[in-house]
C-alpha cells in the first residue's frame, strides 16, 4: 500500500512558479513510478510528467516542456514538480500518483494509487 498527499498549490499570476510536492508513506514507494496529472473544471484528467523508480528516466506533455521539471528524493519518499512560466492554461487541480508496473508512463490506467489532488490557479 502506497499513500500519496500533496501539497504546494495556490494561487500564481502568469509567469510565476509553483513546486508541488508528493509526499508518500510506504516501504515499497521507492520501486514506484510516480506520475503527475492534472484535471480542469469540465475537462479529462490529463498527464503532465512523470519520473521512474530510480529518477533515471522521465517524460512530459508537449504542453509542459521546457518549463516543468519532475525530480525525486527517495530517501525523503517526495516527489516534486517545479513548475515555471506558468500560464492560465496550466489552472487545474494536480494529482501524482504512484505505479509499481513498468510501461507508458503517461497512461493513467497503470497508476494504482492516487493522492487528494492540490489546486493550482494561474491568473492572467
Known amino acids: 500500500q502506497v499513500q500519496l498527499v500533496e501539497s504546494g498549490g495556490g494561487l500564481v499570476q502568469a509567469g510565476g512558479s509553483l513546486s508541488l510536492s508528493c509526499a508518500a508513506s510506504g516501504d515499497t514507494f521507492n520501486n514506484y513510478n510516480v506520475g503527475w496529472f492534472r484535471q480542469a473544471p469540465g475537462k479529462a484528467r490529463d498527464f503532465v510528467a512523470a519520473i521512474n523508480w530510480s529518477g533515471g528516466t522521465t517524460a512530459y506533455a508537449d504542453s509542459v516542456k521546457g518549463r516543468f521539471t519532475i525530480s525525486r528524493h527517495n530517501a525523503k519518499l517526495t516527489v516534486y514538480l517545479q513548475m515555471n512560466s506558468l500560464k492560465p492554461e496550466d489552472t487545474a487541480v494536480y494529482y501524482c500518483?504512484?505505479?509499481?508496473?513498468?510501461?507508458?508512463?503517461?497512461?493513467?490506467?497503470?497508476?494504482?494509487?492516487w493522492g487528494q489532488g492540490t489546486q493550482v490557479t494561474v491568473s492572467s
Open positions: 500518483a504512484a505505479s509499481p508496473f513498468a510501461g507508458s508512463m503517461s497512461y493513467a490506467d497503470l497508476y494504482g494509487y
